[in-house]
């Protein structure tokens, strides 16, 4: 019963009561799953399959997965990634702590030599 394309609900863990689809049979006990939950292994102990199968190819990507929940009427919540603009904004921040750390250790040497 438990195959690729399976529609199923997730019933243990953070995801419980979310929908999900089997991408992958990994064995008998373990399946790759995706849709409202995350991508991620699952037992099949914790899963409800439903009567619906989706035509999806084994291992599919996230985007076929979310464009055949979507033929379903199934809403899928995207995750917001972090935008470009903000990783750059952080990157600068971190350099310019090391540049003020490398200054500081520079002074106290000079402080130093200046004593001594």
Request: hydrophobic residues 30%.
């Amino acid at each position: 019963m438990i195959e690729v394309g399976r529609l199923c609900v997730k019933i243990a863990g953070r995801d419980a009561r979310k929908k999900c689809v089997v991408i992958d049979v990994i064995d008998k006990n373990f399946v790759m799953i995706d849709g409202q939950t995350r991508r991620k292994r699952c037992n099949i102990k914790h899963l409800i399959p439903l009567q619906q199968k989706i035509d999806i190819p084994k291992n599919a990507s996230h985007e076929e997965v979310v464009s055949a929940f979507k033929k379903l009427g199934i809403e899928i919540k995207e995750k917001v990634k972090v935008k470009e603009k903000e990783k750059a904004e952080k990157e600068k921040k971190r350099e310019e702590k090391k540049e003020a750390k490398k200054k500081k250790v520079k002074e106290k040497k000079k402080e130093s030599e200046s004593k001594k």
